[in-house]
């Protein structure tokens, strides 16, 4: 399962290199200033792929403060979608999908992915590698 | 690309797309959040850049507390400086700056009508009391419904979904005291935390003493559970439509060995005279009502303490008490204060009042003792000051 839930602009395909977690706490495991997470990788023009933000309502003023100076991913792609993502997402014009478990589990950390959306139906799109 | 004003209604559609089909008018929004300790330089981006396209609440909206008290905000270091950024934009885009987590005690509260709020404490009280239809929203969306005028329909806030799943019975032999009714609200919280578990709760006699005692056993309960609503028999409003469409799925019964045992292992009982000089006792949490702090002011009288008490309220509650080391701050709480740095300085040892501050303290100050008091100059007063809140008939 993928769906669009937000996108700023009109494009199709997005795509960058992976990186993932299980849960993100937006507040904490985030720096908006250099746009690394607290373990150092860094997710400046990447895909951020979690499951599930938690902790503190001001994560979503992280996301935007990210935004802002120039530091948001390509996309976030989350599985269970939370009130912190969207909000930040939106606010700060970061393209927000959600997929299934199935396709978090098949993302790997790293590698090259891209998401597809339905020429179609827009609020419909798929995860596929970089070919 | 598009600019803020732009995203803020294309919210609507990525809200939709999430699951939330209807949209509904609100009466008020609460913005928890504001203060500079919590949002940081971050929420003070997103605030400069709402004002700066013009962008202004549609509803009636109050916020809560911020970092510190108003005088302190003529400081001129950085916290100073950014908070009063905060509460001049705030003010600027339409918001009342009450700086409260009790804005509901200087509120009239409709029943079934919706607010969108993001105080935990506060949306548990009028859901819960008043019947409000509210949700425990982040801040930011809050900000948003402030601004939008009107907020998505969650799953809480249609009438079939606010039916009771838990029955729970109270076998109390008194009136509980604020501290015994945070503990149950503990209980009953981490017993069931998930959103749509809402209790109701039968008690065996007359519940709590004073409105002081329900919002501290709400605060708690809000604080272990996501459920936002709490129906109480004999006090919350419409509690008989809601006992007759109970849909019972587990029952718990609690009686006062189970809240005395709770109250043994984390409560110091004592008098404020016997507390040394390097000790902090902290009260309000969620605010004081007005006729609390009076009541406890006037109970401390000349009391001769070594202790430092603070008393946290909002500002149209304020007094000025004539005693030395009691505090009546207003504007601020605690936990998102700036004065909870210079604690050391102070004293080696917090005493609260309150489970909700308790759980707080415990993950933020690491190397300081916290301890729950049941003071008895605080809880006679608090549980004498009006008589106690007895049940309507049930």
New interface residues.
């Given amino acids: 399962m993928c769906?669009?839930?937000?996108m700023?602009?009109s494009r199709y395909r997005i795509c960058g290199r992976a990186v993932k977690l299980s849960y993100i706490t937006l507040l904490g495991d985030l720096d908006?200033e250099t746009g690394t997470l607290s373990d150092g990788r860094s997710i400046r023009d990447r895909v951020l792929v979690y499951i599930q933000a938690v902790g503190?309502?001001?994560?979503?003023?992280?996301l935007?403060?990210l935004a802002?100076r120039g530091n948001k991913p390509r996309a976030v792609l989350c599985v269970e979608?939370d009130?912190?993502t969207?909000?930040?997402?939106?606010?700060g014009?970061i393209d927000?999908f959600?997929i299934g478990k199935e396709e978090y589990d098949r993302v790997v950390e790293g590698s090259e992915i891209c998401v597809e959306v339905d020429k179609i139906n827009r609020?419909e799109c798929h995860i596929a590698g970089d070919e | 690309m598009c600019d803020l004003k732009e995203r803020i209604k294309k919210l609507k559609d990525a809200l939709r797309r999430a699951g939330y089909e209807d949209f509904v008018k609100i009466e008020t929004a609460h913005i928890s959040g504001i203060s500079y300790i919590n949002v940081g330089d971050a929420g003070i981006e997103l605030l400069r850049d709402l004002h700066r396209e013009g962008l202004r609440t549609r509803t009636f909206t109050t916020c809560n507390p911020a970092c510190m008290c108003i005088e302190d905000l003529e400081r001129d270091d950085i916290e100073a400086r950014k908070q009063r950024e905060i509460v001049h934009i705030l003010k600027k885009i339409g918001v009342s700056t009450w700086l409260t987590c009790i804005p509901y005690e200087h509120l009239k509260i409709r029943q079934q009508r919706y607010y969108a709020w993001s105080e935990s404490s506060a949306v548990a009280f009028i859901s819960s009391i008043y019947d409000a239809y509210t949700d425990k929203l982040p801040g930011p969306l809050s900000l948003i419904s402030a601004l939008t005028g009107e907020m998505p329909k969650t799953e809480i806030l249609e009438e079939e979904n606010r039916y009771p799943r838990v029955l729970v019975e109270v076998i109390n032999d008194r009136c509980l005291n604020t501290v015994e009714a945070g503990v149950l609200g503990m209980i009953i919280g981490s017993q069931y935390r998930r959103k749509m578990d809402i209790p109701y709760v039968r008690f065996r006699r007359a519940p709590f003493r004073t409105i002081e005692a329900v919002k501290s056993f709400l605060a708690s309960f809000a604080t272990y559970s996501n459920c936002p609503l709490v129906i109480i028999e004999g006090l919350s409003t419409n509690y008989e439509k809601y006992r007759s469409r109970m849909v019972r799925e587990c029952k718990l019964s609690i009686d006062m060995r189970d809240i005395d045992r709770e109250v043994r292992e984390l409560a110091t009982r004592c008098s404020l005279r016997e507390l040394g000089k390097r000790t902090l006792v902290v009260t309000g949490c969620p605010h004081l009502s007005a006729h609390a702090v009076r009541a406890l002011l006037s109970a401390l009288g000349n009391t001769r303490l070594e202790s430092n008490v603070w008393i946290f309220t909002s500002r149209f509650n304020k007094v000025v008490p004539a005693l030395s080391g009691v505090r009546v701050i207003c504007d601020t709480c605690l936990f998102v204060s700036s004065y909870i740095r210079s604690i050391r300085d102070l004293s080696d040892k917090i005493y609260t009042t309150s489970i909700k501050q308790y759980y707080y303290l415990t993950k933020r100050v690491k190397d300081l003792e916290v301890r729950i008091l049941i003071a008895k100059e605080i809880e006679e007063t608090l549980n004498n000051m009006s008589g106690a809140l007895f049940l309507r008939d049930v």
């Fill in positions: 769906r669009v839930i937000y700023d602009d908006p503190s309502t001001v994560g979503s003023y992280v935007y403060a802002k979608l009130h912190l969207l909000v930040g997402c939106v606010l014009g927000l959600q609020e």
